[in-house]
């Protein structure tokens, strides 16, 4: 029996047949071919995870999975450009040192479009296989940052005390894993809950109940399930229920990424908001951006916004996000979001940044530290960024001005000790000096 599952940042497939191809082959593999599609290229909601279906499906997830809209609004923010279509031909070099053009390390690292913005300019704009400037693709855990953005605007309503437990604003969690810590405990991935992600174990708990409650993978029988006939039927019990405290560790003592953290995020928002989360997100975040096309956001089995990693949209419409975060909260003379809540992603401690450097998972890697559920590469030069399984990234460098957003397709499901991750953030960060030092030179 072949098994396919998700989480919001590592995922582990079973072999299949595609696991054979070279990732030359995987690239080049028909999806969806034909009308209707012949039988061995249709994506399907228990293959569309898998490349090559997934280069088909992360560009049309509304299709294997159940999704509410976030509607654009207003007049739609211009981007004038692309005005450096030549960019796309800077040396970079990928994770092993091979050197090449900035669009074919893209390519050849399963991006499915990018887009580089400095100012409000955009410089470089590139689109791979089935991906369009029209096109939106799935974020995944790319949405934790979103959901965290959102946050900010109660904290500065003073609508919610980040020292507080959640169960203030939640009594169901009380009892939970989530009881004992506090809200910045949760935006900082440090709550120290007994629940390990375990994608491979077909009887672990996550398989058993949280990626059914989720509903963002296939498993024989679980969209059939009827609320009653299980305990933990969508996200929300699945929190309230099954999550409790690791005894041995005491929060804020531990980087331990968790996705159900993000789920409590947005069950905050949405019990001190009065509102569905993805209205809250229109209303207060993406009808302000001057976005050109609507959003959507997978939702879980009891149809309950998946806000740890269901949001979609354009490339362009996430680097429109991506530049009001640069600016500090601020976009097309609007202050959208708090200042000082954007700032206070890059003020990193002592404790964060020794958190994240004895996480033996991501010892190897270039973050600093992982703060209100963004990943810090450098506070001092404002460089972080929104990252989702499978190679989605928000990048964002206050210093050279600069945003860069790339959708990918990647076979691994991670940003640890992943080549194709690896290879395009670095790029990225080499191409921002670029554009730095470019900009640095004008004046």
Not at 86 to 99: E, I, M, P, Q, R
Not at 157 to 177: C, N, R, V
Not at 234 to 239: E, I, P, Q, S, W
Not at 401 to 415: I, L, Y
Request: proline residues 4%; glycine residues 8%; charged residues 20%.
């Amino acid at each position: 029996m072949k098994i396919v599952l998700i989480g919001c940042l590592t995922v582990a497939c079973a072999v299949s047949v595609m696991s054979t191809l070279t990732a030359e082959e995987q690239l080049k593999e028909s999806v969806m071919e034909g009308f209707p599609p012949t039988k061995a290229s249709q994506a399907t909601m228990s293959n569309y995870l898998e490349t090559p279906y997934s280069q088909w499906a992360f560009a049309n997830a509304g299709a294997p999975l159940n999704v509410v809209m976030i509607p654009r609004q207003g007049t739609i923010f211009e981007l004038t450009g692309p005005t450096m279509p030549n960019l796309g031909n800077f040396t970079v070099s990928d994770a092993a040192g091979k050197t090449m053009g900035f669009e074919d390390l893209f390519a050849q690292n399963y991006a499915d479009g990018l887009v580089v913005v400095q100012g409000e300019q955009l410089l470089f704009e590139k689109y791979f296989r089935h991906l369009d400037a029209h096109g939106q693709h799935i974020w995944f855990s790319m949405s934790k940052s979103l959901a965290s953005t959102a946050l900010g605007l109660l904290v500065e309503a003073e609508k919610i005390d980040l020292s507080a437990s959640p169960t203030k604003y939640i009594p169901e969690l009380k009892g939970s894993g989530f009881d004992r810590v506090t809200i910045q405990h949760v935006l900082d991935m440090a709550t120290s809950i007994d629940f390990n992600e375990n994608y491979t174990d077909i009887n672990s708990d996550f398989l058993v109940h949280y990626a059914p409650a989720l509903n963002l993978v296939w498993l024989k029988g679980a969209a059939d399930i009827k609320p009653g006939e299980t305990q933990i039927y969508g996200v929300h019990d699945f929190l309230t229920h099954f999550i409790k405290p690791d005894l041995k560790r005491q929060p804020g003592d531990n980087f331990d990424y968790n996705s159900s953290n993000a789920d409590v995020l947005g069950w905050l928002i949405s019990r001190i908001s009065g509102q569905p989360f993805q209205d809250y997100i229109q209303q207060n975040i993406w009808s302000k951006i001057g976005a050109e096309h609507d959003g959507y956001i997978a939702v879980d089995r009891a149809f309950m916004p998946a806000v740890t990693g269901g949001m979609n949209s354009t490339t362009r419409d996430a680097a429109r996000f991506g530049m009001m975060i640069r600016d500090n909260g601020q976009f097309n003379g609007e202050q959208i979001i708090p200042a000082r809540w954007v700032r206070a992603t890059l003020d990193i401690t002592d404790k964060l940044s020794t958190n994240m450097k004895t996480n033996a998972k991501y010892s190897e890697e270039p973050w600093l530290a992982y703060h209100n559920m963004w990943w810090v590469l450098d506070e001092s030069r404002g460089e972080f960024c929104a990252v989702g399984v499978h190679g989605q990234v928000i990048y964002i460098n206050q210093e050279a001005d600069t945003v860069m957003v790339w959708f990918s397709s990647q076979p691994g499901a991670t940003a640890a000790r992943d080549p194709n991750f690896r290879s395009k953030l670095k790029a990225a960060r080499k191409v921002a000096d670029h554009l730095k030092g470019s900009k640095t030179n004008e004046h």
